[in-house]
């Protein structure tokens, strides 16, 4: 399965949602920078993904914070809205993955929403996956990192 697979599912969901009044159109794309911050993040030790105390009040870990580019003096803390998660891969494909990841974390705020208060989203969401391995339920499952970002724009304000 390619990243483009699990956009088109995405642009679905997205089509859907406009058609009953649900959202704004958007459009998501494969991204080479968001596909290497997935893959950067899939080759983590799982204790690596996984939030800890000292990580404060981070969405995540200080590792995967780096990654993101969303740590102190990162390029896309203030620049770039970003979403990132992992969703459960094994039997399930593009559409399945792609319905769980706007379910879990693609319809919520960006992981750096507070730090860009007069911006909005672009159009255009560049998305990046790559499989990994975490513990789910006790066992080792296969699941799908997603990146996404977006240009921060201004708010239109008429």
Known sequence: ?????IADAL???????????KHEN???????????????IAALPEKDWNKT?????NKFSKKTMKILRLDEGGA??????????????????????????????LGKDAANADNLKDKKPGDIRYIGTALGTLTHNG????????????????VDKK
Not at 11 to 21: E, L, Q, Y
């Open 53 to 57: 105390k000292e990580d404060g009040d």
């Open 26 to 40: 958007y459009t998501f794309k494969p991204g080479t920078d968001e596909q290497a911050m997935a893959k950067a």
């Open 139 to 154: 066992k080792p499952t296969k699941v799908r990192f997603i990146v996404v970002t977006a240009e921060a724009e201004p």
């Open 76 to 105: 896309n803390k203030t620049s770039r809205f970003v979403w990132c998660g992992a969703v459960i891969a094994d039997e399930i494909g593009a559409t399945g993955q792609a319905y769980h990841a706007m379910n879990e974390f």
């Open 1 to 5: 399965m390619r990243d483009k697979d």
């Open 11 to 21: 642009n679905d969901i997205v089509k859907s949602s406009v058609a009953v009044g």
